[in-house]
């Protein structure tokens, strides 16, 4: 049986990167995506594009899920949202806590992705399939590991179906964070979240923000390319290919592939994966 496969886009922002995005999906499309979900920026900033992008899809013949942030948003901005996707025919959300812009404070009715969970679930019963963001290395925000479990423990007591995680390189991490959770009592799929390496400077940017762990190796060879795209591009292939391999041969429930709107380094890790 094959693996299950996702892939994450972000709304593009112009007519070219939005003609951009098409061709790349059409490309990943091959490949039988389970589905793709779209981005919502930080205080639902790009809510609008979120809400395109998804409906192309659906109409392109693959399911979408749209990302869904709560802080900021006041329960009536919820439920309009809401309405408005089931009434595109959407049936899966990945309902996240989310990030303000920069300059505000915390505002809004909502604190805790479990309360959107919770909300949703009243609000529209079975309606949605709930995905949730789990954290192998632990939320940057969170008091601590143990605490971070409890979230997302919480999160699926309010209702969520599944979890895609944080990107990670350290796949002991993944299975070390599921085993805590079934120990908890919770048998939801844990669908591990993969970013393709294609480029040093971005990786380091994405990883100090959100608290993905580079191991050492890996950011020493990196950094040893310097400039020197293509070995980059070859490294991050390997490593991440590999990451892929071990995962799927432990059996985990699918692959999320973080794409940044390309196709190329995903669709290679694919074959590779269905090679070995």
Not at 6 to 29: C, H, I, N
Not at 218 to 232: K, N, V
Request: charged share 20%.
């Amino acid at each position: 049986m094959a693996l299950p496969l996702s892939f994450e886009f972000f709304p593009p922002k112009t007519p070219d990167g939005a003609e951009k995005l098409r061709a790349v999906r059409q490309r990943l499309y091959t490949l039988k995506p389970e589905f793709c979900s779209v981005t919502f920026g930080a205080g639902g900033s790009t809510q609008d594009g979120t809400l395109q992008a998804v409906t192309e899809i659906m109409a392109e013949g693959c399911p979408a899920a749209p990302h869904l942030s709560c802080i900021g948003q006041s329960r009536e901005s919820i439920r309009e949202r809401l309405a408005a996707y089931a009434g595109a025919g959407i049936h899966r959300l990945v309902a996240l806590r989310g990030d303000l812009p920069s300059g505000y404070g915390l505002g809004g009715e909502f604190r805790y992705a479990s309360d959107l969970v919770a909300f949703v679930r009243a609000e529209t019963g079975d309606q949605f399939h709930i995905e949730v963001a789990a954290y192998p290395e632990t939320h940057p925000q969170a008091k601590s590991p143990l605490a971070d479990l409890d979230a997302f423990v919480a999160k699926v007591q309010a209702g969520a179906n599944s979890g895609i995680t944080q990107y990670f390189f350290n796949s002991d991490a993944y299975f070390r964070y599921v085993d805590d959770l079934r120990r908890r009592g919770v048998d939801v799929p844990v669908v591990p979240g993969i970013m393709p390496i294609t480029s040093s400077t971005q990786l380091m940017r994405f990883s100090d923000a959100c608290g993905a762990e580079i191991p050492r190796w890996i950011r020493m060879r990196l950094q040893a390319y310097g400039d020197d795209t293509a070995s980059i591009k070859a490294f991050g292939l390997d490593v991440v290919s590999d990451l892929c391999d071990r995962l799927h041969r432990a059996g985990v429930p699918g692959l999320h592939f973080y794409t940044m709107n390309q196709s190329a380094a995903t669709m290679e890790i694919v074959q590779r994966l269905r090679l070995s």
